[in-house]
C-alpha cells in the first residue's frame, strides 16, 4: 500500500513556486485546468488543488487556515542539513522548527534522527528528516532504513 497525500491550497502558484523552489519537489504532472498539480521528491509524491478551483472538491469542513491542522507528515529525505539550508536562504519564515537531533524511545530502543518541520504556504506542517539511528540498550548504534515500532 502507498498513501499519497492530496491537499487543498489556496493558491495552485504559489504552492507550485514553494514545493518546486523551496523543497525541491518536481511537477511529475499538472492539470492546469483543475488547478491541480502532482508532485514528487526522492519517491515521496504529493498532490495538490487549489480550494475553489472546478470540479469535484471533497471538503468535511470549514477549510480555515491554517490548512491540515492537527497533521504533520514526516517524510525520510537523503540530506537533511542541504535541505534545510535551502528553506532557510529561500524561505527562512516558513521555518516551523530549526534544526535538530531528536531521540524517541521505541520499544526498548533510542531512534535518533536529524530534523525540522516547515510550514507551507497553506499552512500544513512537513517534518523532514535523515535516515534514522537505532539503539537498542544492548548494543551499539546501527542504522537502520525506517522507523518499525
Not at 511529475?28 to 526522492?42: L, S
Not at 531528536?102 to 526498548?108: I, K, T, V
Request: proline share 4%; with cysteine; aromatic share 12%.
Amino acid at each position: 500500500m502507498r498513501v499519497i497525500p492530496e491537499l487543498q491550497c489556496t493558491d495552485i502558484e504559489a504552492t507550485k513556486r514553494f514545493y518546486v523552489e523551496v523543497l525541491g519537489f518536481e511537477v511529475r504532472f499538472e492539470r492546469p485546468d483543475e488547478r491541480f498539480a502532482y508532485f514528487t521528491r526522492e519517491g515521496v509524491d504529493l498532490m495538490s488543488e487549489e480550494l475553489h478551483g472546478p470540479g469535484r472538491r471533497w471538503h468535511t469542513g470549514d477549510m480555515d487556515f491554517p490548512l491540515g491542522r492537527g497533521v504533520n507528515l514526516m517524510w525520510e529525505v537523503s540530506d537533511t542539513e542541504s535541505l534545510y539550508q535551502r528553506v532557510k536562504d529561500l524561505a527562512a519564515d516558513s521555518i516551523y522548527l530549526h534544526l535538530e537531533n531528536a531521540s524517541y524511545e521505541c520499544g526498548g530502543r533510542t531512534i535518533t534522527q536529524k530534523q525540522f518541520i516547515v510550514q507551507d504556504p497553506d499552512g500544513y506542517l512537513f517534518r523532514f528528516c535523515d535516515e534514522l539511528q537505532e539503539l537498542d540498550h544492548t548494543s551499539h548504534p546501527r542504522r537502520v532504513d525506517s522507523l518499525t515500532l
